[in-house]
C-alpha cells in the first residue's frame, strides 16, 4: 500500500490542508522525506526544485542553519512553558521594527486567527459588525470570511461553505478586487467596521493592485471611520523588507501575518496601531487567547528568520532581479506557444496564468485554461520542478533559488511551450 493510500484511509482527501491535493491536476501528490536549499526529497528518492516553499512560509529555503540551529537550541531548554520569555519579547520587538504600521503585536497559532481576531478588534472599536472582503482573496476558514461573492460588485454574504449558518456571514459584504468604487457601495447601510484585503492578491494567483487601488481603500476607510487591514501572510517581508505596506507605501490600521514571521513553523502575529492593540486582553475587553501562542520552537524560528532577513540588505534586491529573470523567460515561454495567457509578478511571488492575458479581479479568472495548466504542471513535476497543485495560486522564491533558477526556468519554458 502506498502512502497515498494509506493517508486516504485516515485523513480527509487524504491530507490535512485541501491546497496539497493534487485532483486539479491529476495523480497523487509526492511525499516529502527531507529538504534542502531549494530542493524537496520525495519518498521515492525524487529531489525536485521547489517553488510551493511551505506556500511561502520560506524565503531563504529548506533546512537553513541560521533558522534550525536555535529551533534546536530552543527544543533543548522545552517546548513549551505557559509563561512569558525573553525570546518573545524579542521577537515582538523585531516586528515592530520591520513592520511599519505595527506598533504593538501579539502572536497567535495561524493566518486564520490573526485575521480573525482583527476583525474582532476592528468591531469593537468600531462600534459596527459589517466587514468589506474580496472575491478571491483568501484570509483564512473562519467563518466570516467563507464567503462566496454573487454577480453583483457588492454582495451581502452567503455561505460558501456547509456548516456556516448564513446569519454568521449575513455582516460580510464582498466588493471586486482592484476596483474601489465596488467597496464602495458596500458603504452604503453605514454599518461596514472594516477592510480586509490582500494587498497583493495571492490566492487567486499573484494579482498586483492597480494603481491608486490601496490609496482609495484607505482613503474611502478614513472618510467613513473604518478600519482597513492589510492581510499580509503572504506579503509579509517577502514583497519588501517590511511587506506590502512599505513597498507600496500604503498605512494600515491592522496587520495580520504568518509564513515568513515564523520561519516555517506553525504560528502568526496580529498588530497595527497602539490605541487599537491595546483594547486585546489584558489590556483592554477584547478577548483573545492560546495555550501554544508564542511557543518557543515558533518564536526560536520566526527571530531567527527575521534577523537574518535585517541582516542581508541585498535579499529583497537578489529576489527582485530572480523574479524578473523568470518573468522575462515565462512571458518569452507563452509567446513561443501562441496561446494565450499571461505572467503577473510582485518581487518574489508569481504566478503563470494559461489562457487569460490580464487578471485584475477574480472575474478574469474564468478565462483559465485549467487542463492546459494541468498538463502543464504534470510536464514540470515529471521534469524535477514542483509547482503549486492549481492554477489560482503563486509561487513563491526563495534566496537559494539562485544556483538552480536557469535549470528550473528551462523545464517551465518547455513545459510552456510543449504543453500548448
Not at 492581510?231 to 491592522?254: C, K, S, W, Y
Not at 489590556?283 to 495555550?291: E, F, L
Amino acid at each position: 500500500m502506498t502512502w497515498w493510500e494509506r493517508a486516504n484511509r485516515v485523513m480527509p482527501g487524504g491530507v490535512n490542508s485541501p491546497v496539497r491535493t493534487f485532483s486539479a491536476v491529476g495523480g497523487s501528490p509526492p511525499f516529502a522525506a527531507s529538504a534542502s536549499g531549494p530542493h524537496v526529497i520525495t519518498e521515492d528518492g525524487r529531489s525536485l526544485i521547489d517553488f510551493i516553499a511551505s506556500w511561502g512560509a520560506l524565503i531563504f529555503g529548506h533546512a537553513d542553519p541560521r533558522i534550525i540551529e536555535p529551533v534546536i537550541a530552543a527544543a533543548s531548554r522545552g517546548t513549551s512553558f505557559g509563561i512569558p520569555t525573553r525570546a518573545e519579547v524579542e521577537l515582538a520587538e523585531t516586528i515592530v521594527s520591520l513592520v511599519p504600521a505595527v506598533d504593538v503585536v501579539r502572536m497567535v497559532n495561524s493566518g486564520t486567527e490573526a485575521t480573525a481576531t482583527s476583525i474582532r478588534v476592528a468591531r469593537a472599536a468600531t462600534g459596527r459588525s459589517g466587514i468589506v472582503k474580496f472575491e478571491g482573496c483568501y484570509h483564512g476558514h473562519a467563518d466570516a470570511f467563507l464567503v462566496r461573492a454573487g454577480s453583483g460588485a457588492a454582495t451581502m454574504g452567503e455561505p460558501d461553505s456547509p456548516g456556516v449558518p448564513a446569519r454568521t456571514v449575513s455582516d460580510t459584504r464582498s466588493a471586486r478586487f482592484n476596483d474601489v468604487d465596488s467597496a464602495q457601495s458596500c458603504f452604503a447601510d453605514g454599518d461596514v467596521g472594516a477592510v480586509i484585503v490582500e494587498p497583493v492578491a495571492g490566492n487567486m494567483g499573484v494579482v498586483p493592485p492597480e494603481p491608486g487601488f490601496l490609496a482609495g481603500l484607505r482613503q474611502l476607510c478614513d472618510d467613513n471611520g473604518a478600519l482597513l487591514i492589510f492581510d499580509e501572510v503572504m506579503t509579509g517581508f517577502r514583497v519588501a523588507r517590511g511587506g506590502a505596506q512599505e513597498r507600496f507605501g500604503i498605512t494600515p490600521d491592522l496587520t495580520c501575518l504568518g509564513k515568513i514571521v515564523a520561519g516555517g513553523t506553525a504560528a502568526a502575529a496580529y498588530g497595527g496601531r497602539e490605541d487599537l492593540m491595546r483594547m486585546v486582553s489584558p489590556d483592554g475587553p477584547v478577548y483573545q487567547a492560546g495555550t501554544l501562542s508564542g511557543n518557543p520552537l515558533a518564536v526560536a524560528a520566526g527571530l531567527a528568520c527575521l534577523r537574518a532577513i535585517s541582516a542581508d540588505p541585498g535579499l529583497h534586491e537578489r529576489l527582485e532581479a530572480m523574479g524578473e529573470k523568470m518573468e522575462e523567460r515565462l512571458r518569452a515561454a507563452i509567446s513561443q506557444s501562441g496561446r494565450p495567457g499571461v505572467v503577473q509578478r510582485v518581487g518574489a511571488m508569481l504566478t503563470v496564468f494559461l489562457g487569460p492575458e490580464r487578471v485584475i479581479s477574480w472575474d478574469d479568472t474564468i478565462e483559465i485554461d485549467r487542463d492546459r495548466f494541468a498538463r502543464f504542471h504534470r510536464h514540470a513535476l515529471d521534469n524535477g520542478v514542483l509547482l503549486p497543485p492549481s492554477p489560482f495560486e503563486a509561487w513563491f522564491l526563495m534566496d537559494s533559488h539562485g544556483p538552480v533558477i536557469d535549470e528550473a526556468g528551462d523545464v517551465l519554458c518547455r513545459a510552456i511551450v510543449e504543453t500548448a
